[in-house]
């Protein structure tokens, strides 16, 4: 999920927020990175464990959600436009297992 961030780096960062942005640039996607952690910057402060914990605290919330919205979608008689979700609902914990292994 994050890739090598450098600690001198971070060291001069003035604020979690800009922690938090240095960290999500390595990501595949920055913006939602960013958007997604920008809440918890008290809980992150300048921490990588903290970091890694809450994205992958954030991401399994996201994800529960989105099985969950997929699960109320089967009882839906429409297939065609549930097949395309639980495609891609599977990428997702297809994903999520693979940042998990990363760790």
């Not at 399994?60 to 495609?87: G, I």
């Amino acid at each position: 999920m994050f890739g090598t961030v450098d600690r001198a780096a971070v060291a001069r960062l003035s604020s979690s927020t800009d922690f938090i942005k240095a960290s999500c640039r390595t990501t595949q996607y920055p913006a939602l990175c960013v958007q997604s952690l920008a809440a918890y910057t008290s809980a992150i402060r300048q921490s990588e464990r903290q970091l890694a914990q809450t994205a992958l605290t954030v991401s399994l919330a996201l994800l529960r959600s989105a099985a969950s919205f997929v699960a109320k979608l089967t009882r839906v008689r429409q297939n065609k436009p549930r097949d395309n979700v639980e495609t891609w609902v599977s990428a997702a914990f297809t994903d999520e297992g693979i940042c998990l292994d990363g760790f």
